[in-house]
Every structure is written in C-alpha cells, then in structure tokens.
C-alpha cells in the first residue's frame, strides 16, 4: 500500500495513517495466525481505513472547494454540505445549526472520488467501471453484515470474501495514488512536511 500524501502531524493525516496500520497490522496476524475472528477484523479494517481515507479527501477538497464557492459562487451548497457532512436546519427557536448528515458509506466513497477525481481533472468513469469498485461494494457489504449480525452465518468469511477484500484495498490504494498523484501535480497536494523548498 502506498500512503497517500498525508501530513502526519495534522490529526487527519494520523488518522490515515493509524488505520492503514490497523489494516497492515490486522492482514500480518492472518498470515500468522488463520482464524475467523481475525477474518472479521481485516474486513473491518479495511473498510474503516476506506471510510477515513474518504473523510480526509473530503477534507482536502472542502479546503480547496470553500474558498473558491465563497470567491465565485460556483461550487453548488449541495457539494459543500457533503463534504463537510453536514446540512442546515434550524432549531424549536428558528435558529440556524448544522446537523450531522449519515450518506451510505458507498454513496460517499463514490462521491468522495468523483469529486476529487473532477477537482483534479482525472475521469472517474474508468476508475469506478471496472471490478475494483464491485469488491469494495462487495466488502462494505459484507462488513455491514458482520456488525450487524442477524444469525451465526453473517459472521462467517469465506476465502472468497477476503480476496474480494484484498482486491478491494489493492484497487482503493491504486485509484488513490492516481488522483493524489494528479493533486500533487496540479500543485494543490503537497508532500507534506518534507517538502523541499
């Protein structure tokens, strides 16, 4: 896996980075050690990891987007709600507040990617078109089924599921790479605090 452009001293790049570790921590005790319980936590894993990297995107872009909406008015509200997952209402009292807005975490990792993949002049349909995008469907369902259990089934991992899973982090790591590369090259993602001056 190829760490994204995250400054590691900023909360949200720790964040990136701790469930990157989790996910690497998590697929070394498979490889020591098989067992169903360790089956569940990788898939866990990875799809935390996927819901965080998401979140730091959308934190990327609200950086990026939030100036340029309040300079020219172009970027629509509904962009700037989901990205910074929140949406207006008022109170008993008519006075105004921002509510925590839930979106599927499907519907937002394939927000989250169009959007970056637009604001860095990448097209998204080939990266969402092919296979990689079904297994991480494929795996955010299955982890929606291992947390919320209805029978002794739900929680079993086949082989099958866990390739998926794999393939799954494989394939995120790669389109991530590709729309964090076009940022930097666009020159609005830096390296972080070892960029040379």
């Not at 998590?26 to 490889?31: C, K, V």
């Not at 799809?47 to 872009?61: K, N, P, S």
């Not at 939030?66 to 709600?81: H, I, K, M």
């Not at 105004?96 to 097209?123: C, G, M, N, W």
């Amino acid at each position: 896996m190829t760490v994204p452009r995250v400054d590691q001293t900023d909360p949200k790049g720790e964040l990136v980075q701790l469930l990157l570790d989790d996910v690497l921590h998590s697929s070394e005790e498979l490889t020591r050690s098989e067992s169903a319980a360790g089956r569940r936590s990788y898939i866990r894993c990875v799809v935390t990891f996927i819901e965080g990297l998401c979140a730091y995107m959308r934190w990327l872009l609200l950086q990026r987007v939030a100036g340029v909406s309040l300079r020219t008015g172009t970027v629509p509200l509904t962009t700037l709600a989901l990205l910074l997952e929140q949406s207006p209402t008022c109170d008993d009292n008519g006075d105004e507040k921002l509510d925590y807005q839930r979106v599927p975490v499907l519907a937002h990792a394939k927000f989250t990617i169009k959007r970056f993949a637009r604001e860095v002049s990448v097209d998204s349909a080939p990266l969402l078109g092919d296979n990689g995008w079904n297994n991480v469907r494929a795996t955010i369902n299955l982890r929606n089924r291992l947390v919320h259990p209805k029978e002794v089934a739900h929680l079993h991992v086949s082989d099958k599921d866990m390739r998926a899973a794999t393939s799954a982090f494989n394939w995120f790591d790669g389109v991530i790479g590709t729309l964090f590369d076009a940022g930097g090259n666009a020159g609005w993602i830096s390296e972080g605090p070892d960029d040379p001056e």
